[in-house]
């Protein structure tokens, strides 16, 4: 996937082995303490649904699965989200580095509407804060 200046980018260190980080990407029950209640296929072409606390529903299909390593997805809103970001309209890349011990994850979303980057970045910011939480135990 090539870096476009639209894409929101975000780099954080979890204090956790990518193995436990990814984890909590694939795992329906550990999804649910960070980022909301989890239906996941994880595998390329399968599909997920997450209805978050607040009720708002992502639906999106995986596009790659390299286990502690990397995850694609594409990404959008079901219900309750904003209604520009349809389901599978976007795409999340997830990549896992371990780095003494702890891991390097950078997430990539790219292909979101101008008007509703803001929002999806004070969301990642949140919820991988939740997500570092959460793997570091």
């Keep these: 996937m090539s870096l476009s200046s639209d894409d929101i980018v975000h780099t954080i260190l979890i204090h956790a082995r990518p193995a436990?980080?990814?984890?909590?990407?694939?795992?329906?029950?550990?999804?649910?303490?960070?980022?909301?209640?989890?239906?996941?296929?994880?595998?390329?072409?399968?599909?997920y649904r997450?209805?978050?606390?607040?009720?708002?529903?992502?639906?999106g299909e995986y596009v790659e699965v390299r286990p502690?390593?990397?995850i694609v997805?594409?990404?959008?809103?079901?219900?309750?989200?904003d209604p520009a970001v349809a389901p599978r309209s976007t795409t999340v890349e997830v990549t896992l580095?371990?780095?003494d011990g702890a891991t390097l994850l950078t997430l990539?979303?790219?292909?979101?509407?101008?008007?509703?980057?803001r929002e999806h970045e004070g969301g990642w910011s949140h919820f991988l804060g939740r997500?570092?939480?959460?793997?570091?135990g």
């Design 20 to 47: 436990m980080v990814w984890s909590f990407w694939v795992d329906p029950d550990r999804m649910a303490q960070w980022w909301g209640a989890a239906e996941l296929e994880p595998t390329a072409g399968g599909r």
């Design 108 to 117: 990539r979303h790219s292909d979101i509407p101008a008007p509703n980057r």
């Design 68 to 70: 502690h390593e990397r």
């Design 131 to 136: 997500l570092a939480q959460a793997a570091a």
């Design 97 to 99: 580095a371990e780095q």
């Design 73 to 81: 997805f594409r990404f959008g809103w079901a219900t309750g989200g």
């Design 50 to 59: 997450v209805t978050m606390p607040t009720g708002q529903v992502m639906e």
